[in-house]
């Protein structure tokens, strides 16, 4: 079944932040742990690249064993990295404008600076997320919770050196 009405969830800046906004409730119900939170809302925006785009999920399948990804692999994965870092302030403050409106819950951590995001499933309209649209999206990340185990544990410089770093891409972090 081709899906032609559906953009991809990568975005550009200053595009259609409804579109951002259902991104990251649907990252936070797909790979948050089992109460569908993520410690440190930083990595929301990393997994977002993951779950919109299967040739990053098999850039990581294919590169498990050997961790090194070929050059052109290595290319697509730190476009993936520039393109979430390039989108971090957009998705910091949809997800306080998630919270005004109580599709999520944030909790302060000891760094100052990073957020744990809750998804508040109560909170939103009956089947909000089981949408036909996202059956790839589904489906990336089964595969890339299978992939990278304890994804939703994960802090976010041990989740940067398993989805880059590991594979010879070269990340900072901020």
Known sequence: MEIRNKRPLYFISGEDFYFIAYSVLLTLDLLGGSPKRIKDHRKIVYLIQFLSDRRLIDILDRTQDMRQANAVDR????????NAELHKREVFKIIF????????????????????????????????LKSENFIEERANATDLKRIVPRISALSFDTLLERLYMDRGVRVWAA
């Open 75 to 82: 290319e697509l994965l730190f476009s993936s990295f520039t």
């Open 97 to 128: 404008s998630l919270r005004r409106r109580g599709f999520v819950s944030v909790e302060r951590t000891d760094t100052a600076e990073v957020l744990d995001v809750t998804l508040e499933l109560a909170s939103l309209p009956q089947g909000f």
